[in-house]
């Protein structure tokens, strides 16, 4: 039962890892429908910058900052260097990003070598508390669900309670119609581009904090980012959620209780949701 | 008058394929003028690079006196150029509340601001009141894909007329409106205020020559006859090209 109990902890706490990551994600789909796959490399991007403004401040919240501003700007000029000159030409966006996600991966290699790090936490977060059943667990992984739930209502107060966020909706509608009415979507999709990027930097952080951060994390991220949001549903805020809380808890409770075949439940739930609703669990056509 | 779009040898070509070929078109201040064409004619493309939804292959367009044709569509919508589509392209997420609020906010400052206005707000308020004009009341706090088609026909009109644009362009507005909504189609357009330049694309001739002062007829990507109302409805042409078999272009 504990075991039970701390697996499904687990699982929770991952989801909430997968959820920050892969929320910019699904935002970029649904409004350029570009497939970023340098979305994992923005990942590693904030995490390496968050390491860094931290090992020489000393301070966990000038990291996150760090990132978030590091990334941001780092995905800012991704889209208007590179990307907003392709808009519509998906196939060619994707390629871009995939060229762009192998270059930023090499550079943090060749700058911060193969070794795994791992990042501080604040002092207020260290040590852990007795649940019941579940027996003792890092407050730092509870504070992480409570930050996964911040940044799903922050994003939906930003989509549904502003003026911006009304825009962005209406370019997933329809771009043309949008800019039919005055609005620059090329600005709104640079903004937007970059929010991801800002976020995903900050999510590279909190997985350093409560993981760490090696090579490899970009492909890891990437995939768990394309696994949630295909279940959920491209494009979709509450997609990426649930989509996120099923393959966070079938990979803990895998590897808890059928560790062999752990690495494909999550695949399994993909080809499974594919196969009977194709556009994801609340999904739309595009 | 004055002249407020004037178009010279605009062309567009797809690949092989020449939509537009050296259209020209001069346009005067609070003119209305309607386009006829069959299917494939190149109405929808000349609207196009017009409201800058595609870049010209060549050829220019003043406006206003200004070379636009450089220019994103959202800048031609903030100079005061305001379309609808030939298929309704409402924003079928949001509210029709919302549509008309974003079609008001986007020429305006404070696009992108934080706050969506109340109701009370000036902007809700100006945008009920052109709902009224079209005819569309009661369905404000629908979503826009809920709406039949033909009142979202009413709703993208009635986005192209909030922004309160100098020059409307309208893409075969009658479309998906029943025989009995066409009439009051036709009582808004004639109602549009005089300084509001209108060019309208209509396959419904009724519809088309009750509201234009002026009928251009395109044909493969050529303008093949241009005239009034009555010129209109009498040329030889024009029947031949809407009776489908072939007639001698340079009758006209």
């Known amino acids: 039962m504990k075991q039970l109990a701390l697996s499904m902890l687990n699982g929770i706490t991952l989801a909430a890892l997968y959820f920050v990551v892969a929320s910019g994600f699904t935002i970029i789909f649904g409004m350029m429908r570009v497939v970023n796959m340098a979305h994992g490399s923005l990942y590693l991007l904030g995490a390496y910058l968050g390491y860094s403004v931290a090992d020489s401040t000393g301070s966990w919240g000038l990291s996150l900052a760090g990132a978030a501003a590091g990334s941001a700007v780092a995905g800012l000029v991704m889209h208007k260097v590179f990307l907003s000159r392709y808009q519509g030409q998906d196939l060619r966006q994707a390629l871009i990003t995939i060229g762009l996600s192998i270059i930023i991966a090499d550079l943090l290699l060749a700058g911060y070598g193969g070794l795994t790090y791992q990042l501080e936490i604040p002092e207020v977060l260290y040590g852990g508390v007795r649940l019941p059943v579940a027996g003792g667990y890092p407050i730092f992984r509870l504070t992480l669900i409570g930050f996964a739930i911040l940044v799903y209502f922050a994003l939906w107060l930003l989509l549904h309670r502003t003026k911006f966020g009304m825009i962005i909706r209406a370019a997933v509608d329809d771009r043309n119609m949008l800019s039919a009415t005055g609005i620059n979507v090329p600005v709104v999709s640079t903004c937007v581009f970059a929010l991801a990027a800002g976020l995903v930097g900050v999510a590279g952080v909190i997985g350093g904090s409560a993981l760490s951060i090696a090579p490899g994390d970009d492909v890891h991220y990437l995939l768990s980012s394309l696994v949630v949001v295909i279940v959920g549903g491209m494009g979709n805020l509450k997609g990426a959620a649930i989509g996120a809380l099923l393959i966070g808890l079938a990979e803990q409770l895998g590897l808890a209780y059928f560790p062999t075949y752990s690495a494909i439940i999550s695949f399994a739930i993909m080809v499974a949701v594919l196969a009977y609703r194709p556009y994801g669990l609340f999904g739309r056509p595009a | 008058m004055s002249v407020l779009l004037q178009a010279d040898k605009l062309c567009a070509t797809f690949g092989s394929l020449r939509a537009v070929r050296e259209v020209s078109l001069q346009v005067r201040a609070g003119e209305r003028l309607t386009i006829l064409g069959t299917n494939g004619a190149g109405k929808s493309t000349l609207f196009n690079l017009i409201a800058g939804d595609l870049a010209v292959t060549s050829g220019s367009i003043l406006y206003r006196g200004q070379s ?185």
């Not at chain 2, 609808?84 to 919302?98: A, H």
Request: zero cysteines; a negative charge; hydrophobic letters at 45%.
């Open chain 2, 68 to 252: 636009i044709e450089q220019l994103s569509a959202a800048s031609r919508t903030r100079m005061g150029i305001s379309r609808s589509y030939q298929t309704s392209r409402v924003l079928q997420g949001l509210t029709v509340q919302d549509n008309m609020f974003l079609a008001v906010q986007g020429v305006r400052r404070g696009r992108f601001g934080i706050r969506v206005a109340g109701l009370g707000h000036p902007i809700r308020r100006e945008a009920a009141e052109t709902l009224a004009r079209v005819g569309l009341q009661g369905v404000e706090l629908e979503l826009a894909g809920n709406l039949s088609h033909g009142q979202q026909r009413q709703l993208e009109i009635a986005m192209a007329l909030a922004s309160q644009p100098q020059l409307l362009l309208l893409d075969e507005p009658a479309a998906g409106l029943s025989p009995n909504e066409r009439p009051a189609l036709v009582d808004l357009l004639r109602a549009l205020p005089e300084d509001v330049t209108m060019i309208m694309i209509e396959h419904d001739m009724d519809v088309a020559l009750q509201v234009a002062d002026r009928v251009m007829v395109m044909h493969e990507g050529e303008v093949v006859f241009q005239g009034t109302p009555e010129e209109t409805a009498a040329s030889p042409l024009v029947r031949s090209l809407y009776l489908g078999y072939a007639g001698d272009h340079n009758a006209a």
